[in-house]
């Protein structure tokens, strides 16, 4: 057995609890954010400019894109029909400044072939997320539905990322595969709930995931505990997402643990006295960090950056239900 120093458990007596994931985007995309329509898209230089239908596919694009694309989106309301949309003159602009255009396809956006068709351009390339798929004429237009879709999308924005832009190619693949073990967490979460279960035991469901999406799944599992009286045992690297919705946290060090409230555990006392050496905990925004700690590599390790023991057949990190 590999012993690394520092389990961290969040324990919510009621449940603390787990779900979904809203997505972000720097043009505003996100399934429950505010809208940004027909923002410019002429990239700064450098950036490749791409502009994204929907919302989601955009965020998709921004994620394996990094710092080096701008994406706009040109829908990013849930409650905008893209059926009946009316496209604006800034959502031309967008499309005509692009490198790349991401459309659902599918019948689902017809406005961005009327925008395509009235800014023609020699250099630009579109991706029709369907197409790509292998969506048949008769599959729910809601593709991002589907996590296999999802996959395949990504993959091809990747492809094409790295097309137009081959001296980053490396970096996109790189960032495609943080992306695919981001959903393969989200999958987990969601079929661990699919049971409504009593009992809900999550070790590392927000691995793998930023900061936005670590939020956004433990607020949703908090959600859940409260409408379903859902218990939940949280293990867990990144505690600071979950620190305002747990009610007992479990700190273990090699042999010794401390059990308490996160105010009562997570102090520079209790865990100097766990780990047998001068430890500092300091909190800054409502965040904690822990400095001195022996496995913590970096200054800036958070408190949630101290590892558990593992098997060398330690199962994937996930959630499991008992019901």
């Known amino acids: 057995m590999k012993q690394r120093a520092g389990v961290l458990a969040a324990i919510a007596t009621i449940a603390l609890v787990a779900a979904a994931c809203s997505r972000t985007t720097d043009a505003g995309a996100g399934n429950n954010l505010p809208v940004t329509l027909g923002a410019t898209s002429h990239a700064p230089a450098g950036k490749l400019g791409v502009v994204a239908a929907e919302n989601f596919w955009g965020d998709i694009a921004r994620q394996i894109g990094g ?25 031309g602009a967008a499309i005509a400044g692009a490198s790349l255009v991401i459309q659902n396809g599918a019948g689902y956006d017809e406005f961005i072939n009327k925008l395509l068709a009235a800014t023609p351009k020699s250099h630009r390339e579109v991706l029709d997320v369907a197409t790509v798929v292998g969506a048949g004429h008769d599959a729910n237009p809601h593709l991002w539905y589907s996590p296999d879709y999802v996959l395949k999308a990504a993959q091809a924005i990747q492809e094409q990322l790295a097309t137009e832009d081959p001296a980053h190619a490396a970096a996109y693949r ?77 700190y273990l060090v090699g042999g010794r643990w401390a059990i308490g409230t996160p105010d009562d555990v997570l102090t520079s006392e209790t865990l100097s006295e766990l780990y047998g050496v001068d430890v500092d905990v300091l909190r800054v925004r409502g965040r904690i960090v822990v400095v001195g700690a022996p496995d913590a590599a970096h200054s800036d390790v958070l408190a949630s950056h101290h590892h558990h023991p593992v098997d060398d057949d330690h199962e994937m990190p996930g959630a499991r239900a008992w019901s």
């Open 67 to 91: 710092d080096t694309v701008q994406v706009t989106s040109i829908i990013s309301d849930p409650n905008t029909d893209p059926h009946q949309y009316e496209s604006s003159a800034r959502d």
């Open 174 to 250: 790189s960032n495609l595969a943080t992306f695919r073990q981001g959903e393969q967490q989200r999958l987990r979460i969601a079929q661990a709930l699919l049971g409504d279960p009593q009992v809900l035991l999550c070790d590392e469901p927000l691995l793998s995931l930023d900061l936005a999406h670590q939020q956004a799944t433990s607020a949703l599992i908090d959600a859940r505990r409260r409408s379903a009286a859902t218990s939940v045992l949280f293990v867990t690297h990144e505690i600071n997402p979950v620190l305002p919705l747990v009610d007992r946290v479990l």
